[in-house]
């Protein structure tokens, strides 16, 4: 998983300032991630920025006190040297489809265009990029908002989608119940999410689908804790367990988690990256949880060996076993056959 925060954008663009054309005179975003960029190049480069759709119609976006300009409203009425930028080039689509509306619309300026991210294969797409940054990856700016990625998420509940319970509202009864019905949301998606992951108890499946269902979160799964309830849940103690568990079965690309140490421990469990929205920080897997997760995934080879033959199987199955023992003793010497 691949990921850049909003610090790690700002950091990367005073890094990219040297290496950008000299003699800009404008700056372009690219509704609504490419606005992000546009606004931080604006600022360091004290310099006026608009949308898309500002340069077509000559419009420029209000500037404070630094920018002294008499002409600001006439500036695209010349020829002026023109950055146009998107947060990132994955498909190519969208950056594309605004050359063709700029390209129409016959303009009198130089335009260049920019992204500080973009995948393999796309360095044509635009004149200047900062990094190749190869998909699967996520953006701390538009985490709740991106489609792709959240069909390829697990999310917790309490504290993403909604505040938690306060002490004196989680009582199990009709204080919960309530909690349910009423939480506040926080963050709410604007796209269907793969697997919504709680450990709310199934008992409460009817109420928290009412929330969801209020609240315009659509999702494709959701899963509850079955206990009988919340003493036996907290008996057990297997809040981490139950999210690692549903984070390796679904294949997700990142699981979204409230709780910075619930966060530690799924990433430790699955030797994957988990996202804590409490902290903003992305927890990212130490060297031995990712060796536990490929000795977890490993034997989902040998089913697809069955299909040569049970001679094939048993081979497959013996370099399976070698592979588990490499990876759980990464330093022990090869023995000669």
């Known amino acids: 998983m691949n990921y850049r925060s909003v610090a790690d954008l700002d950091d990367q663009i005073v890094t990219w300032l040297g290496r ?11 509704p609504r991630s490419g606005m992000l960029v546009a606004n931080l190049l604006s600022l360091h480069l004290n310099l006026p920025m608009t949308d898309v759709e500002g340069l077509l119609q000559g419009r420029m976006i209000q500037t404070g006190g630094r920018i ?28 594309n489809a605004v050359k063709d ?5 016959n303009l009198p300026h130089e335009i260049l265009y920019a992204a500080p991210y973009i995948d393999s294969g796309k360095q044509k797409c635009v004149d200047f990029f900062l990094e190749v940054l190869p998909a699967p990856r996520c ?20 504290g993403v989608l909604c505040c938690d319970p ?24 604007s ?59 679904t294949k997700s690309w990142l699981f979204i988690e409230s709780s910075l140490q619930q966060a530690h421990e799924i990433s430790a469990l699955t030797g994957k990256h988990v996202f804590c929205m ?5 927890v990212a897997p130490g060297l031995a949880a990712a060796r536990r997760r490929k000795i977890l995934e490993a034997p989902t080879t040998i089913p697809q060996a069955l299909k040569s033959g049970i001679s094939d199987a048993v081979r497959v199955s013996k370099a399976v076993g070698r592979r588990v023992r490499r990876l759980a003793h990464p330093n022990q010497k090869a023995r000669v056959p």
């Not at 953006?139 to 309490?158: A, G, S």
């Not at 306060?166 to 009582?171: I, S």
């Not at 494709?220 to 849940?233: H, K």
Request: aromatic share 10%; hydrophobic share 40%.
């Open 68 to 95: 002294k300009r008499d002409d600001l409203q006439t500036l695209l009425a010349q020829k002026r040297r023109v950055l146009v930028v998107d947060d990132s080039v994955l498909s190519g689509d969208q950056i």
């Open 278 to 282: 409490d902290t903003r920080e992305m």
């Open 20 to 30: 950008l054309p000299k003699g800009l005179e404008v700056i372009v975003g690219i």
């Open 191 to 249: 796209h269907p999410v793969a697997n919504l992951v709680t450990c709310r108890l199934e008992k409460y499946r009817t109420h928290t689908q009412e929330w969801l269902s209020r609240h315009g979160v659509a999702y494709t799964n959701l899963f509850m804790m079955d206990y009988p309830d919340m003493s036996a849940r907290r008996a057990a103690a297997s809040y981490a367990q139950f999210k690692a568990d549903i984070y390796l079965r």
């Open 166 to 189: 306060g002490e004196n509202e989680n009582d199990d009864g009709p204080m919960y119940q309530r909690f349910i019905c009423e939480a506040a949301p926080l963050y709410l998606p």
């Open 139 to 158: 953006f701390e700016w538009n985490l709740m908002h991106h489609r792709l990625f959240l069909e390829n998420t697990c999310m917790d509940i309490d």
């Open 101 to 105: 509306r700029i390209r129409a619309a």
